[in-house]
């Protein structure tokens, strides 16, 4: 059974950083796509950021140059470094797994199999 736990949600002030972590059980980060997505109250679930078996990445325009999806093979653990803040990227922020065998990197929220119960990232100025 795969299960993804995310963590590293808080408030921080706009300009602000925060590491956000999902560890996985039952899967190996490194064979498969692994995600993050985020919901904002009202809006549709977006991609953010992926990253896949061999290490290539993909970000949504919004978030390039801001945050970094990297991972931990080791510790079965895919992080997302979020750094120059907006209150634009309040949302809750859910880990996600792709057992697919696609061969470009997925970035629509049906095409992942896997959802972790999210982490609530805040931002205000």
């Known amino acids: 059974q795969v299960q993804l736990q995310e963590s590293g949600g808080e408030s921080v002030q706009a300009g602000g950083s925060l590491r956000l972590s999902c560890v996985a059980s039952?899967?190996?980060?490194?064979?498969?796509?692994m995600a993050w997505f985020r919901q904002a109250p009202e809006k549709e679930r977006e991609f953010v950021a992926a990253?896949?078996?061999?290490?290539?990445?993909q970000y949504q325009d919004s978030v390039k140059e801001r945050f970094i999806i990297s991972r931990d093979v080791a510790k079965n653990t895919v992080y997302l470094q979020m750094n120059g803040l907006k209150p634009e990227d309040t949302a809750v922020y859910y880990c996600a797994l792709d057992v697919s065998l696609m061969s470009t990197i997925p970035t629509e929220a049906a095409d992942y199999n896997y959802w972790g119960q999210g982490t609530q990232v805040t931002v205000f100025s």
């Open positions: 039952g899967r190996t980060v490194g064979l498969y796509f």
């Open positions: 990253i896949d078996w061999s290490g290539a990445t």
